[in-house]
């Protein structure tokens, strides 16, 4: 079973950076594929971006390609988001999760990290 915990989420103002950290312990990490998802408040917890654990091959939201980059360290069982040129509509509650799947749905994903804050000034 994995546990996640997520750090780096902060205040920033409208085109700035903040890379988030999601650390995994288990002994099964590397077989998962990471996925990160964002709840605005009053909104539905959204897909943002997933790296699979095979062969780190990414898949990005559009809202948010070319702007976050995902990546993975499976060595420090670390998966991390990069969050480039933010926007206020970027502002939510970021989660990690695990699953063995590489999809954005995110009923498929078993185990879920307690959310680190994001908020983007204008």
């Known amino acids: 079973q994995v546990q996640l915990v997520e750090s780096g989420g902060g205040l920033v103002q409208a085109g700035g950076s903040l890379r988030l950290s999601c650390v995994a312990s288990g002994r099964t990490f590397r077989t998962y594929s990471m996925g990160w998802f964002r709840q605005a408040p009053g909104k539905e917890r959204e897909f943002v971006a997933v790296i699979r654990w095979s062969d780190y091959l990414t898949y990005y939201t559009d809202s948010v390609k070319g702007r976050f980059t995902i990546s993975r360290d499976n060595a420090k069982s670390t998966v991390y988001l990069q969050m480039n040129s933010l926007k206020p509509e970027d502002t939510a509650v970021y989660y990690c999760?695990?699953?063995?799947?590489?999809?954005?749905?995110?009923?498929?994903?078993?185990?879920w990290g307690q959310g680190t804050q994001v908020t983007v000034s204008s």
């Open positions: 999760a695990a699953g063995p799947l590489w999809v954005r749905t995110a009923s498929t994903y078993n185990t």
